[in-house]
């Protein structure tokens, strides 16, 4: 040791801890690189050799296995930096830079730390006092070049893998479903049961064009995916869960599946704080594409096929809102409207009408955008009619391949889904042999073991109990949705399609599908009539004017007919006489009610109809009050002479409320009875015109 690395170390350094800092980048390296760690270890005889006690010198060997490009997962490495701020370290030794870190971050935060708590640092060449500007420049050198080190080691590495990416002989992990042979070939995976649950994945997709309805088909016929477990214990073993959305997608975007060999398709990229994010790219970033490198599950058209429909539906919920998967609503041209006046897409809305869902299209973009008006809303209904009524024109000579595919599809479901229950089954039945055949095979005199196997034989013959009950179960269901009736009922209907288009049985998501087949898109345009303009695949086009349909308090309105009807009747009835007479009758409210009284009344009222009280006073009849006025008599008289049939009364409602007939001047029978003990005199004035 020289004199000027000897005067570097002084008492102060001596009375704190030395700490050696030992560290491999692989546990690879760990068990054939001894003499690298040899080496590292025997700096602890430096240590020793510069005045530290053999007891004040502390060993941090807790990081090994792990790489220097981060302190983010290196604890040992932050317990010395925290040791080295909190003063309690003279000297921090490692075998090389690199060992500490092979980050300029890293390695320059480190410096700054033993520069402010006047911390010495030593490795295999010498010693260093970061407090010296000499030292601390050799330092920065040294940590520049690990940095360096590090990016050459790595670029000879990633440049050999890129090597044999570009060529397709890379070895990378494969999707659940293909696997490498012995010669390190991609085939499919030997279990029938993996491959029929991945073809049954892109035939409900081809099937439906959704992967949120392909995950609702798996739960609804109860079906379970495989994976492959990446990690723990059960790295590399097959497992099954029940089918979710995100999974669906990564098969689908998977050109694995199509027999493409593909490297580069997502970057890396690494947080402050240590995470790593993977980014998507698109196709022609990608480092390599070899279609056709392997057997798939699907050809590579169908795999572009999907990919340009996954591409629509997440348009259809971006700012185009291009047509997307056709959906549960009763919209018919969901995704297909485009308004004539703006040339946006149009949005569905939908409202209830007397108990049935009924959608109007909607321009609502300007509205949104700048707060103003909608720019044009059109019923829906009554577009709907006219496009399903084209469509029956057009596809009726195709109406028997429809009705045959229709039915072969859901033979084809059904079979799959079959099919791939009774997977499950044998799984399970292999999983309780297996059992049994490890249960067996035990000494039976090890009870420890014995117990153990025996339970996991219950538990495999449970499994096996409740799948085949499922199994059963998902069978009869199955049987009885698809009958020979049901099958005769499709026959049938495939020479007459309007009546596959109307039969309430068949699902409005399917009337959407055989739309989206023919029609490309639809421009709506509401003047005093709609207007629509009907663009087909093929780039035909067609035009059709339908009338606006009446507004709902027009469907409201009372029939013409009825409203005459009551009309006449209220010359004779009451409210509640007319309504038992308008029902006798057989006429109905426009809301197709039977009439009451209160019916009566606001239908009257609404259409200014006069009522039977207006009736008859306008026939000159009074009331009891009116009537006793004028004679010069009591009320009560009025109705005593009613009674005795001296005066004609008529009912004017159903109150019972009644007017009279004014009498006859100089009727001898009123004559007769001025003086009768029942005339009352009204000490009031006189009644207009004078005393009969």
């Not at 993996?194 to 992967?211: D, P, W, Y």
């Not at 507004?551 to 409210?575: G, V, Y």
């Amino acid at each position: 040791m020289s004199e000027q690395t000897a005067a570097k170390v002084t008492g102060a350094h001596l009375t704190r801890t030395a700490y050696l800092y030992v560290r491999q980048s692989t546990l690879r390296q760990v068990l054939t690189n001894t003499e690298s760690a040899r080496r590292q270890y025997a700096l602890r005889q430096k240590a020793i050799a510069f005045g530290w006690a053999a007891d004040r010198i502390v060993t941090i060997d807790c990081d090994q296995g792990q790489s220097g490009a981060s302190a983010a997962d290196r604890e040992g490495f932050q317990r010395l930096v925290t040791e080295v701020g909190m003063g309690r370290a003279g000297i921090v030794l490692g075998l090389e830079v690199s060992r500490l870190a092979r980050n300029n971050a890293d390695w320059h935060r480190l410096l700054e730390i033993c520069a402010m708590s006047a911390t010495l640092i030593c490795d295999e060449d010498g010693l260093y006092d970061p407090t010296d500007f000499n030292d601390r420049l050799l330092l920065g050198l040294k940590g520049t070049m690990s940095e360096a080190e590090l990016h050459f080691i790595r670029a000879r590495l990633v440049g050999g893998q890129l090597s044999k990416a570009r060529r397709g002989e890379l070895r990378v992990p494969l999707p659940v479903g293909l696997i490498y042979d012995p010669a390190d070939n991609v085939v499919l995976d030997p279990d029938t049961g993996v491959q029929q649950a991945i073809r049954h994945v892109f035939t409900l997709f081809a099937r439906t064009g959704s992967a949120r309805a392909v995950v609702q088909q798996f739960n609804a016929d109860e079906l379970v995916f495989p994976v492959r477990v990446r990690t723990g214990a059960h790295k590399g073993e097959l497992a099954w869960m029940p089918l979710t959305h995100w999974r669906v997608l990564r098969t689908l975007h998977n050109p694995r599946y199509a027999g493409a060999f593909a490297y580069g398709r997502r970057r890396e990229r690494v947080a402050a704080d240590g995470t790593k994010t993977f980014d998507t790219l698109p196709r022609e970033q990608w480092i390599a594409l070899i279609p056709d490198a392997h057997p798939g599950y699907i050809d590579w058209e169908q795999f572009e096929t999907n990919q340009r429909l996954l591409s629509a539906n997440a348009a259809a919920r971006g700012e185009d809102r291009a047509a997307g998967p056709a959906r549960e609503g009763t919209a018919l041209l969901q995704g297909l409207a485009v308004c004539a006046k703006c040339g946006n897409r149009m949005t569905v809305r939908y409202h209830t009408r007397r108990g049935v869902e009924v959608p109007d299209y909607e321009c609502l973009r300007a509205c949104i955008r700048d707060g103003g008006r909608r720019c044009q809303g059109v019923p829906g209904a009554t577009v709907d009619a006219a496009i399903g009524k084209l469509l029956l024109d057009t596809v009726t000579p195709l109406a028997l391949e429809v009705a045959l595919t229709v039915q072969t599809e859901l033979e084809t479901r059904a079979a799959d889904a079959d099919a791939l229950r009774r997977g499950q089954v044998e799984r399970a039945r292999h999983r309780a042999d297996l059992a049994r055949r490890r249960y067996l095979a035990v000494d039976p005199d090890n009870r420890l073991v014995a117990d153990s196997l025996e339970a996991d034989w219950n538990d495999a013959l449970r499994t096996l109990g409740t799948a085949r009950e499922d199994y059963e179960r998902a069978s009869a269901a199955a049987a009885t949705a698809l009958t020979d009736e049901v099958k005769a009922k499709i026959r049938s209907l495939a020479t007459d399609f309007p009546a596959l288009w109307a039969n309430p049985d068949t699902p409005q998501r399917d009337r959407k599908r055989m739309v989206r087949l023919l029609v490309a898109d639809v421009t709506l345009h509401k003047t005093d009539r709609i207007h629509l303009h009907v663009r087909f695949r093929g780039g035909q086009t067609h035009s059709l004017t339908v009338a606006i349909p009446p507004k709902a308090w027009q469907l409201r309105q009372t029939h013409p007919d009825t409203l005459a009807a009551l009309d006449l009747l209220l010359d004779t009835c009451t409210d509640a006489e007319a309504a038992d007479a308008l029902n006798a009758a057989g006429h109905r409210s426009g809301e197709g009610k039977p009439f009451t009284a209160r019916i009566v009344l606001h239908v009257r009222r609404s259409n200014n109809l006069p009522s039977h009280a207006d009736r008859l006073r306008a026939t000159g009849l009074l009331t009891n009050t009116e009537l006793a006025t004028r004679i010069g008599v009591h009320p009560s008289t009025i109705k005593s002479w009613t009674h005795a049939g001296i005066l004609n009364s008529h009912k004017a409602n159903d109150k019972n409320v009644r007017l009279y007939e004014p009498p006859t001047p100089g009727d001898p029978r009123l004559t007769a009875r001025q003086g009768s003990p029942l005339r009352k005199r009204v000490p009031t004035q006189p009644a207009p015109g004078g005393a009969l």
